[in-house]
Structures are given as structure tokens and as C-alpha cells.
């Protein structure tokens, strides 16, 4: 792709398509033309790493309380927070479910989602049963995102990268089949087994909450996603390339079973404001903040396994997380290698045109929008949300 030299460039959707198709034709020659913007159906959600360097615990929950307060009044349609153990400022959220259970007792009408549980660690019974119970307590907004998980929390646990995907594809399967079942006198796996379970509470929505398969850059999760009829999401915002977030997505769509429906939410980096060169600042700032932290978890804590050592030098994600580490990298990068780096920054006009690319070129279900990184002061994320709601959304949804 063409390096763009200035910083500041805004790339138009005509470009956008003109520069892809320099260097992956196959990429851009199946997008559709730009009518109607993204389709009156789209679902605009929120979502936050939940990392916080420079705060205290308390203070971040009590952020992400505020942002999911205000997301709700705004008409957000979901907000989105991962789960993760340890302490590396990654994020400070082992209990999803539970801070949507608080979430929900204040915001009355948005949904949640899990981005993501990370399975290989939970035994389905306990998964099913924490998933059923906060169903109930939301009043049906739930919505699981599922993952395989970061190695380096797989690896505080004792499972090993190469054993977590048939875990994670095992887990998955029996907690379908709990949901779906009355009773189960016995279920055994190669890893989880159980016997003599009924599921209490049941889950308000039948026969289960929507679930989603995370899918940042393995093909196999794509597949399996299709194959089981499930969501997909996609985090773009982690700087995964584009031309692999549509190859993942298409492979998940080929796999669904006939008849089925397709539900993928794009993960999308953005930061909005009425000056560009703001929207620009903040926006870097608060990825290479993020990946920053993701590199130094993934590659440079001394009790890693070398596997996991290895994995964080050849993944596509180290090398997303490497070219993002600081803000004038960050900064750079999205300049010169738009559109692949899903980031966008700028003014409404600016967020509308970009967005409206990438939509046309995934195609997704649902929009997820990463708005809040922790090195962000919490009055520049409610700023942002704010416009995004007021200029970007109607747009979005096609009105």
C-alpha cells in the first residue's frame, strides 16, 4: 500500500477502495457500492478493555459504571467489557457478568455482552449456571461473547495455547447442550465432564442468551463459530489487518448451516471530536496505550512459557501490538496503512466515511465501538460518546 507521509491525512471512501485494491484485489473487489448508509437494521454498542493505568480499581468500576450509565441514556444498543485475571493493567474485570448484574440496576435498557469469557477455564456447569442467573437478574439483556483467551492468562492457570482450543471447542458445546437440555444424567469430554444437572435458574431468553465466538485472528474459531450457528465477533480495534478480519469473516459465513443467519460484530477503534487534530491526538493516545500493555503481557513477563513466548513473536496480533506501542507510532501507522489499521479517528464526517467503508466491506450485523482506553481522561471517552451518539449513530443506522 502506498505510504502516506503526513500524519493528519483523512482518507476518503473512495480512496479508501482505490488503495486496497493496489495491494489485495481480491479484497475490495467484492464490496458492494455504497448506498443506503449500513442499513436501518445495524446495533451501535459500546466497549472498554476495562484497563486503567494511573487509576485505582475503585476508580475505574466506577468510570465503566458512569460510561454504561450514559451509553444507556444515549441509546446505545449494548456495551462490551472483557474479562481477565491478574494484574498487568490490561484490565481489572474477572467478573463481567456480575459488573452488568450492578450495571443493569441504574441503565434500564441496554444490553451487555461478554468480550469475551474466556472458556478454556470455566467448567460449563459453573459457566451456565453464572450465565442463567445474570440473565435473570438483567431481565434478559445478556449476551455472551466467547474466546479461547490471552496465553498469558491461560498461562497463570495452567493451560497451554495448544490445548485451549479443543478445551475451548468442547466448553462450547456442552454449554449449548446444557442450555438446551432439561436434564443430563451424564456428559463426559476429553476435558470437562459432568452428571445428574439441571440447570437453575434457567435463562430468561430461551433456549439461551445470544452467543458469540471471538475470532481475532485464527481461522479455526471462524469456522467453528459457522459450524455451531453462532455469532461472530471480530475485534478489529486490537490493529488485526483488515484483509484478515474479511478473510474470518467470510470463512465463518461459508461454515454457517443452511438456513442460517449471520450475526458478526465488528470491532471497530474509535475516538470522535469536532476538531480533527483532537480526535487524531486522543485516538492515538488511547491505542497505543492499549497496545502497549498487550505487548508487555505478551512478550515480556519473565514466568511466560516459551510457547507462550513463542506465540507472542509470530502472531498477528505481536505484530499489530509492536507497530501500535506509542502514540506517534500509533499515530503513523493508521496514516500510512489506511484503511487496514481499523481505527478511526476525526470528525463526525470523517468517522461516518471511514465506518461506512468497512461496513461495506465485513458486512457486519452489529457495530462494536472501542471508545474508552484506560489512559484517557474519563471526560474525553463521555465527549466522545456523546458525539458519536448525536452525529455518527443516526447515520449508522441508516436513518
Same mark, same amino acid.
Given at each position: 500500500?502506498?505510504?502516506?507521509?503526513?500524519?493528519?491525512?483523512?482518507?476518503?471512501?473512495?480512496?479508501?477502495?482505490?488503495?486496497?485494491?493496489?495491494?489485495?484485489?481480491?479484497?475490495?473487489?467484492?464490496?458492494?457500492?455504497?448506498?443506503?448508509?449500513?442499513?436501518?437494521?445495524?446495533?451501535?454498542?459500546?466497549?472498554?478493555?476495562?484497563?486503567?493505568?494511573?487509576?485505582?480499581?475503585?476508580?475505574? @468500576?466506577?468510570?465503566?459504571?458512569?460510561?454504561?450509565?450514559?451509553?444507556?441514556?444515549?441509546?446505545? &444498543?449494548?456495551?462490551?467489557?472483557?474479562?481477565? !485475571?491478574?494484574?498487568?493493567?490490561?484490565?481489572?474485570?474477572?467478573?463481567?457478568?456480575?459488573?452488568?448484574? #450492578? #450495571?443493569?440496576?441504574? $441503565?434500564?435498557?441496554?444490553? !451487555?455482552?461478554?468480550?469475551?469469557?474466556?472458556?478454556?477455564? %470455566? %467448567?460449563?456447569?459453573?459457566?451456565?449456571?453464572?450465565? $442463567? #442467573?445474570?440473565?435473570?437478574?438483567?431481565?434478559?439483556?445478556?449476551?455472551?461473547?466467547?474466546?479461547?483467551?490471552?496465553?498469558? =492468562?491461560?498461562?497463570?492457570?495452567?493451560?497451554?495455547? +495448544?490445548?485451549?482450543?479443543?478445551?475451548?471447542? +468442547?466448553?462450547?458445546?456442552?454449554?449449548?447442550?446444557?442450555? *438446551?437440555?432439561?436434564?443430563?444424567?451424564?456428559?463426559?469430554?476429553?476435558?470437562?465432564?459432568?452428571?445428574?444437572?439441571?440447570?437453575?435458574?434457567?435463562?430468561?431468553?430461551?433456549?439461551?442468551?445470544?452467543?458469540?465466538?471471538?475470532?481475532?485472528?485464527?481461522?479455526?474459531?471462524?469456522?467453528?463459530?459457522? *459450524?455451531?450457528?453462532?455469532?461472530?465477533?471480530?475485534?478489529? @480495534?486490537?490493529?488485526?489487518?483488515?484483509?484478515?478480519?474479511?478473510?474470518?469473516?467470510?470463512?465463518?459465513?461459508?461454515?454457517?448451516?443452511?438456513?442460517?443467519?449471520?450475526? =458478526? =460484530?465488528?470491532?471497530? %477503534?474509535?475516538?470522535?471530536?469536532? &476538531?480533527?487534530?483532537? $480526535?487524531?491526538?486522543?485516538?492515538?493516545?488511547?491505542?497505543?496505550?492499549?497496545?502497549?500493555? !498487550?505487548?508487555?503481557?505478551?512478550?515480556?513477563?519473565?514466568?511466560?512459557?516459551?510457547?507462550?513466548?513463542? @506465540?507472542?513473536? *509470530?502472531? $498477528?496480533?505481536?505484530?499489530?501490538?509492536? *507497530?501500535?506501542?506509542?502514540?506517534?507510532?500509533?499515530?503513523?501507522?493508521?496514516?500510512?496503512?489506511?484503511?487496514?489499521?481499523?481505527?478511526?479517528?476525526?470528525?463526525?464526517?470523517?468517522?461516518?466515511?471511514?465506518?461506512?467503508?468497512?461496513?461495506?466491506?465485513?458486512?457486519?450485523?452489529?457495530?462494536?465501538?472501542?471508545?474508552?482506553?484506560?489512559?484517557?481522561?474519563?471526560?474525553?471517552?463521555?465527549?466522545?460518546?456523546?458525539?458519536?451518539?448525536? &452525529?455518527?449513530?443516526?447515520?449508522?443506522?441508516?436513518?
Amino acid at each position: 500500500m502506498p505510504a502516506t507521509r503526513g500524519v493528519n491525512v483523512i482518507v476518503t471512501h473512495k480512496e479508501y477502495g482505490k488503495m486496497l485494491s493496489l495491494t489485495h484485489p481480491n479484497l475490495s473487489s467484492s464490496v458492494r457500492p455504497h448506498g443506503a448508509l449500513l442499513g436501518a437494521t445495524m446495533k451501535i454498542g459500546l466497549f472498554t478493555e476495562f484497563s486503567y493505568p494511573g487509576k485505582s480499581e475503585r476508580q475505574a @468500576y466506577a468510570e465503566v459504571l458512569a460510561q454504561i450509565s450514559l451509553a444507556d441514556e444515549l441509546g446505545y &444498543d449494548f456495551f462490551s467489557t472483557t474479562e481477565s !485475571f491478574g494484574k498487568d493493567e490490561v484490565s481489572c474485570s474477572p467478573f463481567p457478568l456480575g459488573l452488568y448484574i #450492578a #450495571a443493569a440496576q441504574r $441503565a434500564r435498557r441496554i444490553r !451487555f455482552l461478554t468480550g469475551i469469557i474466556t472458556v478454556p477455564i %470455566h %467448567h460449563p456447569v459453573i459457566l451456565a449456571s453464572e450465565i $442463567a #442467573a445474570a440473565d435473570l437478574l438483567t431481565e434478559g439483556r445478556i449476551m455472551i461473547g466467547l474466546g479461547r483467551g490471552h496465553p498469558w =492468562v491461560l498461562n497463570r492457570v495452567g493451560v497451554t495455547t +495448544e490445548e485451549s482450543q479443543p478445551r475451548f471447542q +468442547e466448553g462450547i458445546r456442552m454449554l449449548m447442550e446444557i442450555f *438446551k437440555s432439561a436434564y443430563i444424567e451424564k456428559s463426559s469430554g476429553a476435558f470437562w465432564r459432568f452428571n445428574d444437572f439441571k440447570l437453575s435458574p434457567a435463562p430468561l431468553q430461551e433456549p439461551h442468551p445470544p452467543l458469540y465466538v471471538a475470532a481475532a485472528t485464527t481461522p479455526d474459531s471462524a469456522i467453528f463459530a459457522g *459450524k455451531i450457528g453462532q455469532g461472530l465477533v471480530q475485534p478489529g @480495534y486490537l490493529g488485526i489487518p483488515l484483509e484478515l478480519v474479511r478473510e474470518l469473516t467470510s470463512l465463518y459465513r461459508q461454515n454457517l448451516p443452511a438456513g442460517g443467519s449471520s450475526d =458478526v =460484530v465488528l470491532g471497530i %477503534h474509535l475516538h470522535v471530536a469536532r &476538531d480533527r487534530e483532537e $480526535a487524531i491526538r486522543n485516538g492515538a493516545l488511547a491505542l497505543a496505550s492499549q497496545a502497549e500493555v !498487550f505487548l508487555r503481557s505478551s512478550s515480556h513477563r519473565q514466568r511466560l512459557s516459551g510457547e507462550t513466548q513463542a @506465540y507472542a513473536t *509470530k502472531s $498477528a496480533s505481536r505484530r499489530a501490538f509492536e *507497530k501500535l506501542s506509542d502514540p506517534e507510532k500509533a499515530r503513523r501507522a493508521v496514516a500510512e496503512e489506511a484503511p487496514n489499521i481499523m481505527a478511526v479517528w476525526g470528525t463526525p464526517e470523517d468517522c461516518i466515511e471511514r465506518i461506512s467503508y468497512y461496513a461495506d466491506c465485513i458486512r457486519p450485523e452489529q457495530l462494536m465501538l472501542n471508545i474508552a482506553s484506560g489512559s484517557l481522561a474519563q471526560e474525553k471517552v463521555l465527549k466522545s460518546m456523546r458525539l458519536c451518539a448525536e &452525529d455518527l449513530m443516526p447515520a449508522l443506522r441508516g436513518l
